[in-house]
């Protein structure tokens, strides 16, 4: 079945996702190798480029595909940093099989085509159970965030009760404290934008995490139905799902600062906020102050610049509130389509608040005549 040259005379293994995947009639992502009674010598001298810092990984010379050795580990610390590892000639398959977090994701596809599942992985894939493989689980903190995100992604899986309670023990004993910002983020960011991203919170607030890796996250049905209204849209972003994720939570600033989110997503949850009170509370656009109104709207969002941002957010919060948003998106458009460059032109000698205040004005002005464009009664069209 492998018929790379490099790879003649090495007992190699495809692991993990990919064969996973491969059972469950998906396609597969990135492939993982794990090479059985080998060294890095060996590897190095077939051309395989050295790339792992905590344990010997490498890259094929040519595919560019991660091989690594396999190998086992040892508990040395809290957290899930705290491992030793070893990558002798002596550890087996199954040995490096045993380290992996869920049976689903502890199978490995051989040269023949044959799988070698000694955990019972191919039976819980049938039976759609996500199971820890066993009580190594519990080193790795880590391994419940994921646990959490596989979860959002295989929507028909249930999670082993054995599985939750070891969760559960896990961050009784402070393991979880030990999980860092970037590693959280990390998995966090991947189950927002799954196939049902409520999931990954209910798992989370099931093991008990949910305070400790989102401290101040206020998870509730409202944005659990939110979210997975948003998953199944055309609107669906990562920045678009952490903003509908966050838009309950009060403190949204230092719980991005805590996620180290990236800024893009930290400004999405900022702004949808004002986008969603504006919106749910003037839904119909007919009051005399609406052309002003909205402008304050594109000022706060910074919506002339970011003008792709803003539509983004008003259909996002338009879906939630399953209301059309044409008519806000029409006014938006006015007022983008207005150049201040040449409003600016012939009054550089004026000076910048002057220019401004041109500009503001004819803004405003475009608003009112496509609100009396869109025939809505009761808006004063005077300047």
């Known amino acids: 079945m492998f018929t790379d040259p490099l790879l003649e005379g090495l007992d190699v293994y495809i692991v993990g996702g990919a064969v996973r995947d491969e059972l469950l ?32 990984v490498f890259l094929h010379p040519i595919t560019k595909e991660e091989f690594a050795l396999a190998r086992t580990e040892r508990k040395t610390g809290r957290g899930y940093k705290g491992f030793t590892f070893y990558t002798g000639p002596d550890v087996t398959l199954k ?26 992985g191919a039976e819980d894939l049938a039976n759609r159970v996500l199971r820890h493989v066993g009580p190594a689980f519990e080193e790795d903190p880590v391994r419940i965030l994921r646990l959490a995100r596989f ?49 990954l919170f209910d798992v989370l607030a099931q093991c008990d995490v949910l305070p400790v890796v989102m401290a101040g996250f206020e998870w509730n049905t409202v944005v659990s139905a939110r979210l997975d209204v948003l998953a199944q849209s055309s609107l ?8 509908v994720a966050l838009l309950t939570s009060e403190d949204r600033e230092a719980l991005s600062i805590h996620l180290r989110a990236s800024n893009e997503c930290a400004q999405w949850a900022k702004l949808l906020p004002t986008v969603f009170e504006y919106c749910e509370r003037d839904p119909e656009w ?4 609406a052309a002003e109104q ?35 998106l029409s006014l938006l458009l006015a007022a983008k ?7 600016a032109q012939p009054l550089q000698a004026a000076g ?11 803004r405003l002005t475009a608003i009112k005549q496509r609100l009396v464009s869109l025939k809505v009664d009761g808006v004063d069209q005077s300047d």
């Open 236 to 243: 669906s972003s990562l920045p678009a799902m952490y903003a």
């Open 294 to 328: 909205v402008l304050a709207l594109i000022e706060a969002a910074d919506g002339v610049r970011r003008h792709e941002r803003l539509v983004a957010l008003v259909s996002i919060v338009y879906q939630l509130l399953e209301k059309p948003a044409d008519r806000l």
């Open 95 to 120: 040995d490096d099989l045993n380290r992996r977090d869920l049976t689903i994701n502890a199978m490995a596809l051989g040269p023949d085509g044959e799988i070698f599942d000694p955990l019972g």
């Open 352 to 362: 910048a608040p002057v220019i401004s205040q041109a500009v503001r004005s004819a």
């Open 25 to 56: 009639g998906r396609q597969a992502g990135d492939r993982d190798w794990v090479v059985v009674g080998s060294t890095p010598e060996v590897l190095i001298g077939r051309g395989f480029i050295p790339v792992g810092a905590d344990f010997p």
């Open 337 to 343: 389509a207005i150049k201040a460059g040449e409003i």
């Open 286 to 289: 007919v009051t005399p102050q």
């Open 151 to 199: 979860a959002a992604r295989f929507v028909d899986f249930s999670v082993a009760p054995e599985t939750m309670a070891l969760c559960r023990q896990m961050v009784a004993a402070g393991e979880a404290d030990a999980l860092v910002a970037e590693r959280v983020w990390q998995e966090i960011s991947r189950g927002l934008i799954s196939e049902k991203p409520s999931r």
